[in-house]
């Protein structure tokens, strides 16, 4: 059984990592959308193509159209900190339980 654990460490870990790295990503997105970036810059289309997967979705539940400030990174970044909290530590614990 202590494979199986090791393997959901890992996974936990991972999963850890990235879902940290899109906390930042998301961070960084919203405060360079506070100067008009340029859209052509290398950058700021990584971030384009990182981020928008996941705050379109919350747009479109939260119907922005009457909404003067764009609260969706919060949301997000709220939902990813749940996940993190809930998920990761439930599978740590359930891998350290199997070790």
Known sequence: ???VGN???SIARI???IITALY???IVKALISWVNPDP???IVQFLQRVT???LNPIRRILKMQFWAIDISPIIAIL???FIQ????????????RLR
Do not use: H, Q, S
């Not at 909290?85 to 350290?96: G, I, K, W």
């Open 52 to 54: 928008e997967p996941i």
């Open 7 to 9: 393997f959901l460490l």
């Open 1 to 3: 059984m202590f494979i």
């Open 15 to 17: 999963l850890d990592i």
């Open 85 to 96: 909290n809930f998920f990761v530590r439930t599978l740590t614990d359930l891998a350290l």
């Open 79 to 81: 939902c990813l900190i």
């Open 40 to 42: 052509f810059n290398p």
């Open 24 to 26: 930042w990503i998301i």
